[in-house]
Structures are given as structure tokens and as C-alpha cells.
């Protein structure tokens, strides 16, 4: 992670942003500590997508073959 202070923050938002939507994570640091994180946005999921993913959740419970309480959780977290 890149970290850049407050004031350069300020004066190359915009670059930073860009850097952040292409995949960098850049720390914001103020009087050399970290203040904020500038992160990559989460892709965008419709919510038809959504059910039709908690559905095949539900469907693999109800056969119970290589479910368990951990992958669900992971799985839950996307």
C-alpha cells in the first residue's frame, strides 16, 4: 500500500482516485499517521444475482455435501 500525507492528498485527489478504481490501495497519513484508506470500489452485484446465489447456498445445504459452517460464512462475505 502506497501512502501519501494529508496535503499531497489534497492536491492529487484525482489521481489517487483513479489509482484506487485501477486496483491501489493508498494510505492517507496525517502528521505521519494513518488517517484513511483509499480503496478499490466493490463490483457491483444486482440483486437478482444475489438471490440467485443465496439460493444455490440453500441448495447445497439441503444436500449437505461439502457444506459447512465455514464455507457459508465465506460465501455469505462476496
Known sequence: ???????EAKQKLSELVECARDGESIGITRRGRLAAV??????????????????????RAKRGRGVNIRTLIEEGRT
Open 38 to 59: 483509499l480503496v478499490p470500489p466493490v463490483p457491483e452485484r444486482n440483486l437478482q444475482q444475489i438471490f440467485k446465489d443465496i439460493e444455490n447456498i440453500r441448495q
Open 1 to 7: 500500500m502506497r501512502t501519501v500525507g494529508l496535503f
